[in-house]
């Protein structure tokens, strides 16, 4: 809870990513601030209540967007995905990292942030003040992946 780093994300009970891991200042130790809703759940918090804030937004998976790391600083984030799982391609006009075992389909989505390195299993990406890396799958990421033209990168 003092770093964010989040482990062994799943979705629909399939594991995707083992690690997401924000590079930190420091250590959040402010008091947790927790938001549940309907359809989304936030967790916030931030070190010594200063500017470098974290907040972990998770949503329901039928509305497409499903979980982000968002901060408050310039930083960056490396994202490993498991075993079976593996990036195909990068949208060169959005950013957007793909990713897929087969039957499910998903991507990276940037907001204030490009990608430094990646590779298969892992991404590893600069975020601006305010920025986010954020998981889509479903059909927004399908119709993504046609506009690209380049489906057959991730076997579709």
């Not at 891991?21 to 931030?46: C, H, M, Y």
């Not at 998770?58 to 498991?82: H, I, M, Y």
């Not at 957007?96 to 087969?102: A, S």
């Not at 399908?142 to 506009?147: M, N, V």
């Amino acid at each position: 809870m003092n770093t964010f780093t989040v482990l062994n994300d799943k979705l629909n009970g399939t594991l995707v990513y083992p690690s997401k891991t924000p590079t930190r200042k420091g250590a959040l130790t402010s008091g947790l601030f927790l938001k549940i809703n309907n359809e989304q759940l936030v967790l916030d918090r931030s070190s010594n209540g200063g500017d470098s804030d974290i907040k972990v937004q998770a949503k329901d998976c039928n509305t497409g967007g499903t979980f982000q790391l968002e901060t408050d600083f310039a930083s960056q984030e490396r994202n490993v995905l498991t075993s079976g799982i593996h990036y195909c391609l990068q949208d060169s006009v959005s950013g957007r990292l793909f990713f897929t075992n087969g039957p499910l389909l998903g991507y990276d989505s940037p907001e204030l942030a490009r990608v430094l390195t990646w590779g298969s299993n892992q991404a590893t990406w600069a975020v601006s003040a305010g920025g986010r890396i954020g998981m889509v799958t479903g059909e927004d990421v399908q119709e993504a992946l046609a506009q690209t033209g380049l489906g057959s990168a991730c076997g579709r």
